[in-house]
């Protein structure tokens, strides 16, 4: 492989220099912290995703600032099914017809868990992107895409903040698979936030 050239380290550089702009020098590290949704006000239901088992709400923490909360049912595993179908369950018949008989099982809290994903503070474009849409389908030539399309999704740009704590391992360092450390090219890669962190089938990895 071609070393970089100057002008291409030059690019990289200047890069680096703008998006430190954005950064903030006095973000705490990210510690894991026992926490409740105690005084959560919940203003709306924005998404509701019913093949994915996951909602999606818009409410207010307790200092009155917006929040997203993602809430997703996790795959099964094994270990759950196994107690599951066991005496700890309780079956509530709601239909039986010949050999088909289907129930709402009340099964115990440590097999029943949710993933929730908190972004908080949320900022009005936090709350819009979260919300149901409806999908158009646009065609757009070269030109539009240039003049019209990447201007506005520059401007809406989300701050990546979480990158440079995960760089500077601020935060989720315990996550890291593999880090390259070369001052040039170095990468990390973890696990994707979307991942459920216990079913294997459905990782992914992000560099």
């Not at 107690?83 to 709601?94: A, C, D, H, K, N």
């Not at 949710?114 to 065609?139: N, W």
């Not at 989300?158 to 070369?182: A, G, M, P, T």
Request: charged letters at 25%; hydrophobic letters at 35%; a negative charge.
């Amino acid at each position: 492989m071609a070393a970089p050239s100057m002008s291409e380290k030059a690019r990289k550089r200047k890069l680096d220099e703008n998006n430190a702009l954005h950064r903030n020098d006095n973000v705490k590290e990210c510690k894991s912290e026992a926490l409740s949704f105690d005084g959560f006000q919940l203003k709306k239901i924005i998404n509701d995703l019913a093949l994915q088992k996951t909602i999606m709400v818009h409410g207010q923490c307790q200092d009155n600032q917006d929040a997203v909360v993602i809430l997703e049912k996790k795959a099964f595993l094994e270990s759950d099914v196994r107690e599951i179908l066991s005496g700890s369950t309780v079956l509530r018949q709601t239909l039986k017809n010949d050999i088909y008989h289907t129930y709402d099982c009340d099964i115990s809290p440590s097999v029943n868990t949710v993933k929730g994903t908190l972004i908080y503070p949320a900022t009005k474009r936090h709350i819009e992107k979260y919300t149901k849409h409806e999908p158009f389908v646009i065609q757009e030539t070269a030109e539009d895409y240039q003049n019209i399309t990447l201007p506005c999704l520059q401007s809406q740009a989300f701050s990546i903040q979480w990158v440079y704590n995960i760089l500077e391992h601020k935060c989720e360092s315990e996550r890291i698979v593999y880090e390259n450390q070369d001052p040039l090219n170095g990468f990390i890669l973890l696990p994707d936030m979307k991942w459920n962190r216990t079913d294997m089938d459905s990782m992914v990895i992000s560099e």
